[in-house]
């Protein structure tokens, strides 16, 4: 649990971390003070700047302005911030202010950090892709130049009311023998089940770091029209490339990352307004705690590419033109370039404050359904347990 609870907060820490490292970098090479980079988010531990000496000076736990860029330490250990000059339309008489810059400045200081996330996912990737990443084994879809091993057999849905549901089949469980076999392949194993039709099945699976027997007798699925468990499954493998050619095929992965999310993010929406109906999972922090914690279970690898994904949702999501969002105000930039002048600043806070109350509001709500989907989970354990005294 503690592990988890680390390696989620060093996640969440580095992906803000360079994210706010973008906006940072982009500011000062355009000639924009930035005031503050913060570690954590307030209230403030401690806090440092350079004077116009080149001496560092401390600063009160309250100082808001310096001579020089405050670097600071902050109680809440969850990424960063970095404090702009100007960034909320004031002190455009300033040159060194963000409001005094051109409109195709201000929108790459603020698409830097979403770029940034870009780059850390290609950066992760293609680590992964040199050391071993594992992913979906399709010969057809694999270069010649990868390389492949470990590979395996892993449970990807388990249907409701069938044989594997019944055996207490989950997702993510290798299966490692049938009735003393070791089947390699997903064709193999159809075949196995269709001739053992009616016909009790032991299987050995791996879950997590333990080995567990269950038996099941294969029945026709209505799916297929064939003999079978009830599972969908997928072949895995530890994919890995030349040192020289990895950041080729880490771009590549990134950008097809990118597609996915950008596909997925629109048929939530699409299924939303259509039938009112939300699709798939959306996980919150704590949701997302818990895929960190079963990714560790797994391995660095796993932690590794996990990681990668999450810089890109985080990319992702903060370029949508939405209010409070890096995509909203890059969207207010792109008015002010087409009517030649700002839009009034009361109006353009006052959105992005309703914005930023609506995405707390969001968070609140899907964490309350992590908590719930956490808690089913717990009731369930529990009950089971129960059962046997």
Sequence with gaps: MLLT???????????????????????????????EFG?????????????????WRRVGLKTKAATGTIWSLNWVPLGGFVKIKGEEGGQAEDQDSFSHK???????????????????????LSIG?????????????????????GQEIRVIEVLADSPADRAGLRVADQILSVDGQSLLKIEELQQYFNQKLGEPVSLVIGRQQEQLTVELTPEIIPETER??????L?????????????????????????GGVILGFYLIIKSLIVSGELIGEVYGPVGIATLVGDAVKLGFLYVLQFTAVLSVIIAVINFLP?????????????????????????????MHNLGFALLMLLVVIVTFRDIARLSAGFTNFWQNISGLF
Excluded: C
């Excluded at 570690?39 to 001496?55: A, F």
């Excluded at 990443?133 to 010649?144: D, R, V, Y």
């Design 102 to 124: 051109s409109v195709g400045r201000r929108i790459w200081i603020i698409s830097a950090g979403v770029l940034m996330n870009v780059i850390l996912a290609a950066v992760l």
């Design 234 to 258: 997928v072949e895995t493998g530890l994919v890995s490339y030349p040192w020289y050619v990895a950041p080729w095929f880490g771009v590549i992965e990134t950008l097809k990352m990118i």
């Design 5 to 35: 609870v680390v390696t989620f907060i060093a996640i969440l820490g580095l992906l803000v971390l360079v994210h706010e490292l973008g906006h940072f970098v982009t500011a000062r090479r355009g000639e924009v003070k930035v005031e």
């Design 227 to 232: 003999g079978g468990m009830g599972v969908g």
């Design 129 to 149: 892709l040199a050391i071993g990443s594992p992913q979906l084994i399709e010969k057809e879809k694999i270069s010649p130049l990868a390389r492949v091993s």
């Design 39 to 55: 570690l954590g988010l307030p209230p403030r531990i401690i806090g440092y700047y350079k004077n116009e000496e080149g001496h």
């Design 322 to 350: 939405f209010p409070a969002l890096d995509g909203g105000r890059v969207f207010f930039l792109l008015i002010e370039a087409v009517r030649k002048k700002p839009v009034n600043q009361r109006f353009e806070a006052a």
